[in-house]
């Protein structure tokens, strides 16, 4: 029982972590800080990886059993699946946020390449500005 007291104990600092990790990404995120994102995802799935093999651990018949009879351990696994909660709605957010990032930076791509060349400017079939730089002639009607 103290073993799982303290895979329980890890689980909730790793969880901890976790979250702060999300909200640095977060920050990160907005200020479109592209080495510190490395940085953290890097350390979210080193995180990860750990927080899946307590959860293996912990998952084992035995070892529920024992925790639903402790109500020291199943308090300490509810706070668990709260952070865990609080993480994933944290990490929704940033989903969103990338989402944001990824539309700016494509309407950004489409800016620069329309104004790149604007005499070879033409859509494809999705409505999206396009240059014709496989074709070097020049057109004149």
Request: glycine residues 4%.
């Amino acid at each position: 029982m103290v073993q799982i007291a303290a895979i329980l104990e890890q689980q909730l600092g790793l969880l901890t972590h976790l979250k702060q990790l999300i909200i640095d990404e977060s920050e990160a995120l907005s200020s479109q800080g592209g080495d510190r994102l490395l940085e953290i995802a890097k350390q979210k799935n080193e995180c990860l990886n750990q927080l899946q093999q307590n959860n293996d651990t912990l998952g084992q018949p035995d070892t529920v059993e024992i925790i639903k009879s402790s109500e020291e351990l199943l308090q300490k696994s509810e706070q668990g699946k709260q952070l865990l909660s609080e993480c994933k709605s944290l990490n929704q957010h940033n989903s969103e946020l990338i989402e944001k990032n990824i539309a700016s930076f494509n309407r950004l791509s489409q800016a620069l390449q329309a104004s790149k060349n604007s005499s070879s400017l033409t859509y494809d079939d999705k409505g999206h500005t396009s240059t014709m730089s496989s074709m070097n002639k020049s057109i004149e009607a």
